[in-house]
């Protein structure tokens, strides 16, 4: 079937285009300033006025920021939650949808509706809290990553899309010797690997933002995540973490604030290619059918 473009369906199309750019612009525009100011030189910034395009070059806010080896401490430390934190959570929502996304599980329905209650109700801060404390990973790298195992939103879409999956593959597989965990590795997992990618991508990114918990959680500097330094920086204007003995004229705090968020805001945008072609398929199939 051919589209046939009338006048009206092109004044819409433009309509559409422009809407689209405008808000690609509005998304795109605050990264340009970010990047730009960060690789501005602190006299130009001074100057004040918005920066788009840098007029003078410089590197002085990376050459500041890299002069301590704390940032690279915090961007090792998110990393480890990111990769860790997103192998549990992976794992952990596997082993509890599958089982969940066959009908003949007895008690499947009564599971089905706590995981449910646990998205409109929770037990609150100050008893979250406890229940960390009590199982002592306060101040730990676990409390930032055990807590939050299994997402009750992304176990509903991966039981769902396992459901989709035909039995006849499954029953296949089982008559030549597989047994369910064969099954699962062999066969369900390789043909989920969109919704797995879409889940792994909801999974990283939230480690990767993980702020509160860090801040609630950790009491050592030293196990801080990259995001709570960004804060402690962007709430200590003024904060020497780098060299102390650089000229003060290639200081500029609001450039060395620009610099950490595009330090720590890369590593993440890197993942995301690779994850994207998966990331729509997969979000859209699990979630189709209950």
């Not at 409109?120 to 990553?145: A, D, E, H």
């Not at 969109?194 to 991508?201: G, K, N």
């Not at 801080?224 to 500029?252: C, K, Y």
Request: hydrophobic share 55%.
């Amino acid at each position: 079937m051919v589209y046939d473009k009338t006048a009206g369906n092109r004044i819409i199309d433009g309509i559409i285009y422009i809407v689209l750019t405008f808000t690609a612009l509005v998304c795109v525009l605050p990264f340009l300033y970010v990047l730009a100011v960060s690789l501005t030189s602190p006299h130009e910034v001074a100057k004040g006025g918005i920066l788009l395009f840098p007029k003078e070059w410089s590197f002085a806010a990376y050459r500041y920021i890299f002069s301590t080896n704390t940032l690279v401490k915090s961007m090792l430390v998110s990393i480890y939650i990111t990769v860790v934190g997103t192998f549990i959570n992976l794992l952990f929502t596997v082993l509890m949808a599958y089982p969940l996304s066959k009908r003949h599980l007895e008690g499947r329905r009564i599971i089905i509706l706590g995981v449910l209650f646990t998205m409109l109700f929770g037990g609150g801060l100050i008893p979250t809290y406890f229940v960390v404390k009590n199982l002592q990973l306060t101040n730990t790298l676990w409390s930032l990553m055990i807590p939050s195992a299994i997402s009750a939103f992304n176990l509903i879409v991966l039981k769902n899309f396992f459901s989709q999956i035909p039995d006849d593959l499954e029953e296949a597989a089982k008559m030549d010797g597989s047994n369910d965990v064969g099954v699962l590795s062999r066969i369900v997992l390789p043909l989920s690997m969109p919704a797995m990618a879409a889940l792994a991508l909801f999974y990283a990114v939230a480690h990767w933002n993980q702020f509160f918990n860090a801040v609630l959680y950790i009491n050592d500097n030293a196990k801080w995540p990259i995001q709570v330094l960004m804060r402690e920086i962007v709430i200590m204007a003024q904060s020497r973490i780098g060299d102390t003995s650089m000229d003060e004229a290639d200081i500029q705090p609001l450039t060395i604030r620009m610099a950490v968020i595009v330090f720590a805001t890369l590593p993440i945008l890197m993942v995301y290619p690779f994850l994207q072609k998966h990331f729509t398929k997969g979000a859209l199939l699990g979630s189709v059918k209950g």
